[in-house]
């Protein structure tokens, strides 16, 4: 969370002319009053999934590429983008943003302020508390890894 996945996403899908898919905006306009705190996210999410899925393994079948700025901060949601890229017989690159929670915090404190389309207001505990269930990429789980560190 805050680390700077949406930034770079943007990015990503502008220097690669790629189709961008953002979690948080799809989110925001198909369900803007639902969503209030982490709970109603997760179940959310999970509703998305599918949807995005199918919509994601239509877009590949064209050749074109797609970025998805979704979390994949444990093994079960990156274990989603491997069943969509194998799925439709694509290469993949998963990338992975290593940035310590102060700067986290930083960028969540900056992101509240400045509300950008699809963000929701969360304070540093529930970074606290969601933060605490990541795992981060291991060798195991085979993916092609571009890692940015942050400072």
């Not at 959310?44 to 590429?65: A, E, F, N, T």
């Not at 979390?71 to 799925?87: H, L, M, T, Y």
């Not at 943003?97 to 915090?105: F, G, R, T, W």
């Not at 207001?121 to 795992?135: L, N, P, R």
């Amino acid at each position: 969370m805050a680390s700077g996945k949406t930034t770079l996403s943007k990015k990503l899908a502008s220097d690669r002319n790629a189709i961008l898919i953002s979690e948080d905006i799809w989110l925001s306009k198909l369900y803007p009053k639902e969503i209030s705190n982490f709970d109603d996210y997760l179940r959310y999410s999970s509703r998305l999934k599918p949807i995005v899925s199918q919509h994601v393994q239509d877009i590949l079948g064209q050749g074109i590429s797609v970025i998805r700025d979704f979390p994949g901060n444990v093994s079960s949601r990156r274990q989603w983008f491997r069943s969509i890229f194998e799925a439709s017989k694509v290469n993949h690159m998963l990338h992975y943003i290593v940035a310590p929670d102060s700067l986290c915090k930083a960028q969540l404190r900056k992101r509240n302020a400045e509300q950008p389309e699809g963000s929701m207001i969360m304070s540093e505990a529930e970074f606290d508390y969601i933060t605490g269930y990541f795992q981060p990429p291991t060798d195991e789980e085979d993916f092609n890894i571009t890692r940015y560190e942050s400072s």
